[in-house]
């Protein structure tokens, strides 16, 4: 069975410091791994997705993610944190097909000035 | 690009009375989801729709919940009777294709409140 798992309820980060939101995942076969954001009072939005190739994945506001099929792991990152990244962050998986995407708990992220 | 639209964006009723909710997915997008995400938890799909018929329902609780997607367009789920188990935010999405690597596009949402 696919499984996600956010270790973090809550990451506080300074701005213009460096913020690291961990993931790890279980699905058989080869993942296919998400980063939605979620601000409040409106829907999930698409952050960025690896589907295959290069481990290290861009997405939108300067968001990167770490691809490591040996720790199972897709950590969403970004060098210089801003206050306006303050939000809950999801991490999913779906193994593929027609497979269900599943979710994380999410992650608050915490920006302080 | 026009998103997802859903309404009503907030609801309360009263326990054992029913409610439904609306969705209409980006143009030609072929996939439709419900989602239900309770406070403090990630989105659990309840169903999907690959043009007007069902993928996947096995979590939707079907002695109470029912959605039908009948043109392949717009959607509606609804639930009778309500329970107080059901207060949650319902999140409709849609993708291109049904295919697990693509991206799902999310409507903002309707909180449902069962008092």
């Known amino acids: 069975a696919q499984s996600v798992a956010q270790p973090e309820d809550q990451v506080n980060v300074a701005e213009g410091n460096p913020l690291t939101v961990k993931c790890t995942y279980s699905?058989?076969?080869?993942?296919?791994l998400f980063w939605y954001v979620q601000y409040p009072n409106r829907g999930l939005q698409f952050l960025l997705k690896?589907?295959?190739?290069?481990?290290l994945v861009k997405g939108s506001y300067g968001f990167e993610a770490e691809f490591n099929k040996s720790q199972t792991s897709f950590h969403l990152k970004k060098p210089s944190a801003l206050v306006s990244d303050s939000a809950l962050y999801f991490c999913?998986?779906?193994?593929?097909?027609?497979?269900?995407?599943?979710f994380g708990a999410g992650t608050r992220l915490a920006v302080h000035p | 690009e026009a998103g997802v639209a859903q309404s009503p964006r907030y609801k309360i009723i009263e326990k054992r009375q029913s409610v439904a909710f609306w969705c209409n997915p980006i143009?030609?997008?072929?996939?439709l989801y419900w989602y239900q995400q309770i406070l403090g938890q990630g989105p659990k799909l309840l169903i999907q729709?690959?043009?007007?018929?069902?993928?996947?329902d096995s979590q939707l609780p079907k002695d109470r919940f029912s959605a039908e997607r009948l043109k392949g367009v717009d959607s509606t789920l609804k639930i009778q009777p309500a329970k107080l188990e059901d207060s949650a935010v319902y999140l409709c999405?849609?993708?291109?294709?049904?295919?697990?690597?693509?991206?799902?596009?999310f409507g903002p949402g309707t909180r449902l409140t069962v008092l």
């Open positions: 999405a849609s993708s291109s294709s049904g295919r697990g690597h693509n991206e799902q596009f």
């Open positions: 699905v058989s076969g080869n993942p296919y």
């Open positions: 690896y589907i295959t190739g290069d481990n």
């Open positions: 999913a998986v779906s193994g593929g097909g027609y497979n269900k995407l599943i």
């Open positions: 143009s030609g997008h072929a996939t």
């Open positions: 729709f690959q043009n007007n018929g069902v993928v996947d």
